[in-house]
């Protein structure tokens, strides 16, 4: 997959575009992209998937203070890579840009600047400023500019419409198994260990505190998970805890995302890792003291090398 910043030297064969935040790369996006890869071999062409970053909230401000992404831009290339996307356009997103109109975006960003040949768009697609542009629209518009356009339905999953929407909420609510079963892959954070209290080494059970890098990942509900860790291409069966330590940490006042790598004693500080989450297995506790929660630790070790048997 090309990785694109500008459109300054873009170059595709017969390009089969399609445009949005692919937030999450859930089934339902997937769906989309299983048909941009169709018809882009039908007309021996090539597939483009058209994002924007920063995402247009943070730029315009709207409730930015709540936004929260399934996927941060790293994990969203990783993932788009995987389904077999062959150029991303991460287009600049600036209040300037938030003002052109949906008739110049598509004649001069699609057409004159990608060359696009056929549009993919989802069932509740609206484009250009305020969002104004339609389906209806657009179709005018490829009558005008010689493109080929497409709408998708809607995907439901055991009649449960799939959207970011209801995966976030599943993330929020620690819902891994529901979050797994509409992204069509495992929910997982990729960030860098950096450095922590050390205090999990002290009681036998060191962990690696790690950073997602984007203010605005969305991270699980606090508690203690059941989750695999990549690290240099090699997968271990690690348990994750996130939330405030209360046992440790009384100030409460620092959520964090730590993992305890099973069978791993390798200095990983400042290394890039994935974490792939399974499953939630209890909520964060306050024990009575150190001893107690090195019991619970062990259980709960216990518990999660037999989930990931």
Known sequence: MIVHTDLKNFSALNPVVTIGT???????????????????????GETVIFTFYPHPRLVLNINNDELRLINTLEEKKILLEAAGVDHLVIYPFTKEFSKLS?????????VDQIGMKYLVVGYDHKFG???????????????KFDFKIEQLKVLNIDTIEVSS?????????????????????????????VDGRKLGHKIGFPTANVDPQESYKLVPKDG??????????VMYNGMLNIGF???????????????????FDQNIYYKSISVYF???????????????LKVQLAKDRDTVSELLK
């Open 22 to 44: 692919f937030d999450g790369v859930h089934l339902g996006h997937k769906k989309v992209i299983e048909r941009l890869k169709k018809l882009a071999k039908d007309v021996n």
């Open 129 to 143: 400023h305020n969002r104004k542009g339609t389906y209806e629209d657009l179709k005018v518009y490829a009558d």
């Open 102 to 110: 949906y008739t110049d975006f598509v004649e001069k960003i699609l």
């Open 224 to 233: 203690v998970y059941a989750v695999k860790v990549e690290v240099d291409d």
């Open 165 to 193: 929407t209801k995966i976030r909420q599943a993330i929020a609510d620690g819902d891994i198994e529901t979050t797994n079963k509409y992204l069509g892959h495992r929910y997982f954070i990729k960030g860098l260990v």
């Open 245 to 263: 330590s209360p046992t440790v940490n009384h100030q409460m006042d620092n959520r964090s995302i730590e993992v305890n790598i099973f069978n």
């Open 278 to 292: 399974y499953k939630r297995i209890r909520s964060e506790q306050m024990f009575d003291g150190i001893d107690a």
